[in-house]
């Protein structure tokens, strides 16, 4: 995790705070500033935790024992671990050593709920199958030792996310975990829309442990550099702030299904769908299907329209900006009317034509979503936003775009350098349709299969609940075409 600083800390004087301890032999300095835990242990080098990152302080009079544990990266590029230490407190120190542990954990939990209460579904066959054995080893110890109850159910079979999500005691958890691929938040997002009370169950914050083989939600939460690491993921659970998103109403032979991240026709359904026998590859799967796909390089047969908002790049980057540039605290969204009522009502009727614009291009994929990652190399919507109430849509023509030119692009698909790209159509919509004009295709919704079959897509502006840490989509993205000038 990024050290971070989410909020603004009372200044004081550290004197008083700044005290030694005895752990495992070694004298330890513990000095608590306004923004970091800095820890010496020895004669070692100081390191510094975020207050971010510190997760539990206590100190046991009766033993004289300072407890702290905190999650830190031990290598430059290698995961978050958990640290614990108990070091033991000289007498005169004792009443210091209570204040420093009070006070750490005042400030790293400021605005933050102390022992969240945490549903947690696991599925055991998610991903490359590991599920299990990694919530055992990393992700319950963080969660545990962070003081949250956990109430943890493994799924055995397709559904059972969906009904646990449908049935889902409302005010009784302050956050549902899902620790699997984006396939589990699929379900799990579809059983709050058949609660009983569907808005106020989508106000239940929803985190992804990432375990499943894209992990594109992770990714676009904790970024590239934490999006597969699950301590990481833990520690957003433990702290992160609810964050309004939008969500998607895919309708689909008269059947209304919510979808949070993307839906795909052509080349990118392929490549996801074309290569289920090859879960236990990964992420890796996905560039293997890539250059299959390259391979046949056929056209996608469907006839696109959409409701244009905005599709000048510029100002789509521009937006993007200033939003990035606002405070958290302007980004606060306000508190949600009515959360008892039912789902928003479709505003899109299945035959309006007024205003809805058809892309008349032969297209090599389509692809529309929320959220910058899709995988970890591919940053396919680097200009969508959490809750602008649009759909980002991207269109590959094949006109004057060769097997090469997609090569060629592609190098730059982890940090969204194909937007810039001239045959590459991107633009926001209210909602669009497909129409198939053949009869056999693939299309994925958020990575799952459904029939190659006429459907239409609207936004569901801010209806559902994520916990971030940053309050915006961690995924940095720059204009390439200002850099090479």
Request: proline share 5%; glycine share 8%.
């Amino acid at each position: 995790m990024a050290e971070l600083a989410p909020y603004a800390l009372p200044s004081t004087s550290m004197s008083d705070i700044d005290i030694e301890a005895q752990v495992h032999g070694k004298v330890t300095r513990y000095c608590l500033t306004s923004t970091a835990l800095i820890v010496t242990i020895g004669n070692k080098k100081s390191q510094t935790v975020p207050l971010h990152n510190v997760i539990a302080a206590s100190y046991h009079p009766d033993v004289r024992l300072l407890k702290v544990a905190y999650v830190l990266r031990k290598k430059k590029k290698g995961p978050l671990e958990l640290v614990y230490l108990d070091g033991q407190v000289e007498e005169s120190r004792a009443e210091a050593a209570g204040k420093l542990a009070k006070t750490m954990l005042d400030w790293a939990y400021k605005d933050i709920k102390l022992n969240r209460r945490l549903k947690v579904l696991i599925n055991p066959h998610g991903g490359v199958g590991k599920a299990v054995a990694v919530f055992n080893k990393l992700v319950e110890p963080v969660l545990r030792t962070a003081g949250c109850s956990l109430d943890v159910v493994y799924t055995k079979k397709t559904g059972d996310a969906y009904e646990v999500a449908k049935s889902l005691p409302l005010g009784e958890f302050d956050a549902l975990l899902s620790v699997s691929g984006d396939g589990l938040i699929h379900e799990v997002l579809n059983g709050f829309a058949n609660h009983a009370y569907p808005r106020k169950a989508f106000q239940t914050p929803v985190a992804p442990i990432p375990t499943g083989s894209g992990n594109g939600l992770s990714l676009n939460l904790l970024g590239t550099e934490d999006g597969f690491d699950v301590v990481a993921a833990s520690l957003n659970a433990i702290k992160g702030s609810p964050m309004p998103v939008d969500v998607f109403s895919f309708t689909q032979n008269g059947k209304q299904t919510v979808s949070f991240m993307s839906q795909a026709l052509g080349l990118m359904a392929d490549l996801d769908l074309g290569t289920e026998d090859l879960r236990w590859m990964g992420d890796s799967r996905f560039m293997y299907g890539l250059f299959r796909g390259l391979i046949k390089f056929k056209s996608c047969h469907i006839q696109l329209s959409y409701k244009v908002v905005e599709q000048d790049k510029r100002k789509m980057f521009d937006n993007l900006k200033s939003r990035r540039s606002q405070t958290s605290s302007e980004l606060i969204p306000p508190e949600i009317q009515d959360a008892d009522s039912s789902l928003p009502k479709s505003k899109v009727s299945l035959d309006e034509t007024e205003g809805w614009t058809i892309f008349s291009e032969p297209l090599l994929y389509l692809y529309a979503g929320k959220g910058p990652y899709v995988a970890r190399d591919f940053m396919a919507f680097p200009v969508s936003l959490p809750d602008d109430g649009l759909i980002d849509i991207v269109a590959q023509s094949t006109t004057n775009f060769s097997r090469t030119d997609v090569l060629a692009s592609f190098g730059g698909a982890p940090k969204g350098d194909l937007y810039w790209n001239d045959s590459l159509h991107y633009l926001k919509a209210e909602a669009y349709r497909i129409k198939p004009l053949s009869k056999k295709g693939y299309l994925s919704i958020d990575g799952e299969s459904y029939p190659f079959e006429e459907f239409q897509v609207e936004v569901l502006p801010r209806l559902a609940t994520l916990l971030s840490s940053y309050g915006y989509y961690n995924a940095p993205f720059d204009d390439v075409k200002a850099s090479k000038q």
